[in-house]
């Protein structure tokens, strides 16, 4: 049996004592508590989407709360951050719906997962097709399988997302103040994915697991925002529109 010292020399072969502090503390902000959220009402098509616009509300709400326990996250421009979470947050459900889930054996049954079925129901009641659900059920399905629900992989990715100029892939974003800020955060945390993948699973393996979280954050990239579109063409169209949460029209872009 591996004694605490020949753990931590290998531990710290491929990952200094400051990444793992920063792996610790990036941990230990985070709250996993991503399954205790109000049900959705899915009385009716306006219902379901106020209600979803609140229970987005509340996950985006524990998500800046994270952001901001990060210090290169706060150290920014005030404005920067606004614009990173307006135009990155809505990129970052699909990958915390991984949470969800209660253990990597889920997925095998995915379809009759509970929290799915409702999103489903979501997706139907707002008169979506069933090629636009089946979408984002195996992008989620593929982040699951890829990152056997990691949680610390799973952090570390939402943060590189939160500091990906141009992820939205909208025309309309604005030039941050200090683009050269966000890059240098952006690349210390993909560093840090990245040595803490070598660590776990040695360099080829790494590697190969590596290119497929790329692969999958271009998927996140243009199916999500055919998701937003879809979306946001709902609640403007709704008569409530008013009453959609706060955090949602700005991530919606609803003026």
Request: charged share 20%; aromatic share 12%.
């Amino acid at each position: 049996m591996m004694n605490v010292n020949e753990m931590e020399d290998i531990l710290f072969e491929t990952l200094s004592i400051e990444d793992w502090l920063a792996i610790e503390n990036v941990r230990s902000s985070f709250q996993d508590d991503h399954t205790n959220y109000s049900p959705v009402d899915l009385s009716n098509p306006t219902t379901a989407l106020i209600s979803w616009s609140h229970l987005f509300n509340d996950i985006a709400l524990r998500f800046i709360r994270f952001f901001r326990q990060i210090d290169e996250f706060e150290n920014l421009h005030v404005d920067d951050r606004f614009i990173l979470i307006k135009y990155n947050l809505f990129s970052i459900y699909p990958i915390c719906r991984c949470f969800n889930l209660q253990s990597i054996d889920d997925y095998s049954s995915f379809n009759q997962n509970e929290i799915i079925e409702k999103h489903s129901r979501l997706f139907i009641l707002c008169g979506a097709s069933n090629g636009i659900h089946q979408s984002f059920t195996n992008m989620v399905l593929a982040f699951v399988r890829l990152s056997e629900q990691d949680s610390t992989l799973l952090i570390l990715l939402m943060i590189i997302l939160i500091f990906t100029q141009g992820l939205s892939m909208n025309e309309d974003e604005p030039s941050l103040n200090d683009s050269l800020a966000v890059h240098r955060a952006q690349l210390h945390y993909t560093t840090l994915l990245w040595n803490y993948l070598i660590n776990k699973r040695g360099e080829i393996q790494a590697n190969k697991q590596f290119i497929q979280l790329i692969n999958a954050i271009f998927r996140i990239q243009s199916e999500t925002k055919t998701f937003q579109n879809f979306f946001r063409i709902q609640m403007m169209s709704s008569a409530t529109v008013d009453q959609i949460a706060p955090l949602m029209q700005t991530v919606l872009h609803i003026s």
